[in-house]
């Protein structure tokens, strides 16, 4: 993403409201959380798990401190208003992105570029509600201007994330995919 591209906040604004109807379509339906995700490791619950847990601990590194990845806790099986929660904290996401200088300098102890850092956020919120879309069978069409600034970042951080295991080999997809559908397959999706 360039300096003059869309603010982090703003984007983030756009994919969760991707996003959150997705969580909400899963919310209502317990059968769904066993179901597998594209994400081999997860199925619905876990990542729904770790997708809370990304929107949380991005407002930390938002605000310059480190976040606690160490643990997953179960959000879902907190309470039946999980989704309700979940679009609160996507709220406070965009606000702590959205703060005087959340772009600016390193963020947390990841020692990256904060911008480089609430992309990462977007990446998390726009892939895993197609994951999770698609591994329940809802309609998914991420937002436009997320996509477009996302294909930068994801070419770039590909090789760092596929040695550490967060990104699959990336997979050939035809010349008529979309941008979505390439920036999937980078990360090791088949679209």
């Known amino acids: 993403m360039t300096e003059s591209a869309n603010r982090i906040s703003d984007l983030l604004d756009v994919a969760a409201a ?12 317990e059968q769904l959380l066993t179901v597998r995700t594209p994400c081999a490791e997860y199925d619905v619950r876990a990542l729904v798990n770790h997708l809370f847990q990304v929107v949380v601990q991005f407002q930390a590194l938002a ?3 480190d976040a606690d990845f160490s ?12 989704a309700d929660r979940f679009e609160a904290e996507t709220r406070r996401l965009v ?3 959205g703060a005087p200088g959340a772009e600016e300098g390193t963020s947390g102890a990841m020692g990256l570029p904060a911008r480089t850092v609430g992309a990462m956020a977007l990446l998390d919120l726009t892939v895993h509600a197609w994951d999770l879309a698609r591994a329940t069978g809802m309609a998914f069409e991420p937002a436009p201007e997320a996509v477009e600034g996302l294909v930068p970042v994801v070419e770039k951080l590909a090789p760092m994330a596929r040695e550490m295991k967060v990104f699959g080999e990336a997979v050939e997809v035809g010349e008529s ?11 090791g ?3």
Not at 18 to 29: E, K, Q, S, T
Not at 71 to 82: F, I, K, L, Q, T
Not at 180 to 186: D, G
Request: no cysteine.
């Open 71 to 82: 643990a997953e806790p179960d959000y879902v099986g907190e309470g039946a208003d999980w």
């Open 177 to 187: 995919a979309t941008d979505f559908e390439r920036m999937l397959a980078m990360t």
């Open 189 to 191: 999706r088949l679209p």
């Open 63 to 65: 605000a310059k401190r």
């Open 95 to 97: 606000a702590a992105w």
């Open 18 to 29: 991707r996003a959150v109807p997705v969580l909400r379509g899963i919310a209502g339906d």
